[in-house]
T-cell receptor, first 113, second 115 residues
Framework: GDSVTQMEGPVTLSEEAFLTINCTYTATGYPSLFWYVQYPGEGLQLLLKATKADDKGSNKGFEATYRKETTSFHLEKGSVQVSDSAVYFCALSEDSSASKIIFGSGTRLSIRP | DADVTQTPRNRITKTGKRIMLECSQTKGHDRMYWYRQDPGLGLRLIYYSFDVKDINKGEISDGYSVSRQAQAKFSLSLESAIPNQTALYFC??????????????FGSGTQLSVL
């Protein structure tokens, strides 16, 4: 079945460092790919998405490119801030219905001032 | 005010007890979901409902039941709680979009501990 694999955390960086959180997926078809973010004490919220190969999703300085050849959707940010400290979830869906979204295990990110 | 509200925020209960977690939403969405989050496992879908008369099992429905009392309310029950049901539970909503990807909107979660 479909699955999502994320790098294990926690990831700790200093402010203004470059961030990469790796995500790879297994799917039978051509899924849409997502990054959700969970800030402390809150529910998840959609950060960005890409619906087809070579699409780049971007939001709040974060970017991720849908790479079909490597089945990856790595999350990047050029200069992180303390406010980016959160848990990041990679996810996929082979269907437009939210009931079909499969989440990765999450990566906790902590940013030091 | 939060668009998706879960109560309680925290609950400690004993093995064998029946408990109910409640979720209400003001987003006007038809679709509602219950997930559990466990460390290292991400989110797993328990039940979902596409409208008041529609209830569907998710990946891990055993030991749980749900009730969709109204468009805005969707409750999750544990008939006889057991320790491995200790987890963070999330309610979410989405709006049927007729083809484009539906976006999930989450509540802040209920931390349940079963002793």
């Amino acid at each position: 079945g479909d699955s999502v694999t994320q790098m294990e955390g926690p990831v700790t960086l200093s402010e203004e460092a470059f961030l990469t959180i790796n995500c790879t997926y297994t799917a039978t078809g051509y899924p849409s790919l997502f990054w959700y973010v969970q800030y402390p004490g809150e529910g998840l919220q959609l950060l960005l998405k890409a619906t087809k190969a070579d699409d780049k999703g971007s939001n709040k300085g974060f970017e991720a490119t849908y790479r079909k050849e490597t089945t990856s959707f790595h999350l990047e940010k050029g200069s992180v801030q303390v406010s980016d400290s959160a848990v990041y979830f990679c996810a996929l869906s082979e269907d437009s219905s939210a009931s079909k979204i499969i989440f990765g295990s999450g990566t906790r990110l902590s940013i030091r001032p | 005010d939060a668009d998706v509200t879960q109560t309680p925020r925290n609950r400690i209960t004993k093995t064998g007890k029946r408990i109910m977690l409640e979720c209400s939403q003001t987003k006007g969405h038809d679709r509602m979901y219950w997930y559990r989050q466990d460390p290292g496992l991400g989110l797993r879908l328990i039940y979902y409902s596409f409208d008041v008369k529609d209830i569907n099992k998710g990946e891990i429905s055993d030991g749980y039941s749900v009730s969709r009392q109204a468009q805005a309310k969707f409750s999750l029950s544990l008939e006889s709680a057991i320790p491995n049901q200790t987890a963070l539970y999330f309610c979410a909503t989405s709006e049927h979009s007729g083809g484009s990807n539906e976006k999930l909107f989450f509540g802040s979660g209920t931390q349940l501990s079963v002793l």
